[in-house]
């Protein structure tokens, strides 16, 4: 997979700030379209393009709390969206290929490393993935990792990366629900408020999930255990 073209095309070594996020980047007070300095070089590197392909700063999101695909949209976040991916197409060329190429081809590549932190699961649904779309993908012969022996051991894997769904996406609503970092970071100033709104939101998702008696199939979180195994901050 590593000597096919298309990966060795968006390959290209680049260094990159990943976390440009609000709080690491400041503005003139009198004219906010003035970068005055941007911190937290230490997580800047030098990766192949594709690395980087899904970095988005938050500023590109919707507004906090709107986590719902029935939200209506959120005018600024669009508007930031497109700027950022206009800067991206013009003066990051190989970054804007990167971004456009077929995801599948390099997942296995971007998130082998980060197993440390998602665990195995991830990683092993990129890798049954590509076997099952190796065909697809362009790729000859057979793929070097196997599709699961049995339909059993497929069932398995698929209730596990669920879960580790239900805990990502979990994570990301609390905090935009929470106005906080994905790792929990809150300002100290707004840590008591945040620190009860964060108590309701568990309690009030836990009635809700014990309340609901006929759960759909795809509802994979449907117990006390469950929620806490994926809640992803202190309680």
């Known amino acids: 997979m590593a000597e096919d073209p298309r990966i060795q095309n968006v390959a290209t070594p680049v260094l990159f700030h990943p976390d440009l996020h609000k709080r690491n980047?400041?503005?003139?007070?009198?004219?906010?379209?003035?970068?005055?300095?941007?911190?937290?070089?230490?997580?800047?590197?030098?990766?192949?393009?594709?690395?980087?392909?899904?970095?988005?700063?938050?500023?590109t999101a919707s507004a906090p709390g709107r986590n719902s695909p029935d939200d209506p949209p959120d005018p600024q976040g669009e508007l930031c969206t497109k700027?950022?991916?206009?800067?991206?197409?013009?003066?990051?060329?190989?970054?804007?290929?990167?971004?456009?190429?077929?995801?599948?081809?390099?997942?296995?590549?971007r998130y082998s490393y980060?197993?440390?932190?998602?665990?195995?699961v991830a990683f092993r649904h990129d890798l049954i993935e590509t076997s099952q779309r190796w065909t697809d993908l362009g790729f000859a012969g057979s793929c070097p990792y196997p599709k699961p022996s049995s339909p059993a051991e497929l069932v398995s894997h698929q209730r596990e990366y669920r879960l580790f769904q239900a805990a990502h996406d979990?994570?990301?609503?609390?905090?935009?629900l929470l106005n906080a970092a994905s790792d929990?970071?809150?300002?100290?100033?707004?840590?008591?408020?945040?620190?009860?709104?964060?108590?309701?939101?568990f309690d009030g998702l836990l009635?809700?999930?014990?309340s609901n008696k006929?759960?759909?199939?795809?509802?994979?979180?449907?117990?006390?255990?469950?929620?806490?195994?994926?809640?992803?901050?202190?309680?």
């Open 184 to 201: 929990g970071w809150v300002p100290l100033e707004a840590w008591e408020e945040t620190k009860a709104a964060h108590g309701e939101l």
């Open 170 to 176: 979990l994570r990301y609503g609390l905090a935009g």
């Open 25 to 59: 980047i400041f503005v003139d007070e009198d004219d906010p379209t003035v970068v005055t300095s941007i911190i937290d070089w230490q997580s800047a590197s030098i990766e192949p393009a594709f690395w980087y392909a899904d970095e988005v700063p938050d500023f």
């Open 114 to 120: 980060r197993t440390w932190k998602d665990g195995a």
């Open 207 to 210: 009635k809700e999930i014990l």
């Open 83 to 109: 700027a950022f991916n206009a800067c991206v197409q013009f003066y990051l060329p190989k970054l804007f290929e990167a971004r456009v190429t077929d995801e599948a081809l390099v997942r296995p590549f």
């Open 214 to 235: 006929n759960p759909d199939d795809d509802e994979i979180v449907r117990d006390e255990a469950t929620l806490r195994e994926i809640w992803p901050f202190d309680l």
